[in-house]
């Protein structure tokens, strides 16, 4: 699961590019068409790295009162790197305990 392969084989990867899901597996063929997440990363990632970040935020601020600046370049990349690494990784879960549960 964590090296976002195939559910059925484990070898084929699931991704085309960052978040883009492929059409079927390359080693068995299985059809991930029917494959729907929704907006459920999305919101795990809302919910988790947001209440990070934003918990992040407030104690840099109460704590050392920072211009703007340092917030920006101290969040914006955790925010970027972060929603895509997680992204990734809750998407793969999401697939593979949907496969499980539908037994295809």
Known sequence: MAKARCPRCG???LFKGL?????KCPSCGLDYSAIDTGDGPAVFVILILGA???GGALWLELKYEPPMWVHLIIWLPIILIGSIYMLRRIKTA???QQYRKLGW
Do not use: Y
């Not at 978040?19 to 059409?23: K, N, P, S």
């Open 11 to 13: 070898q084929g990867p």
């Open 19 to 23: 978040l883009a899901l492929r059409d």
């Open 52 to 54: 990070i970040v934003t």
């Open 94 to 96: 999401l697939i593979h």
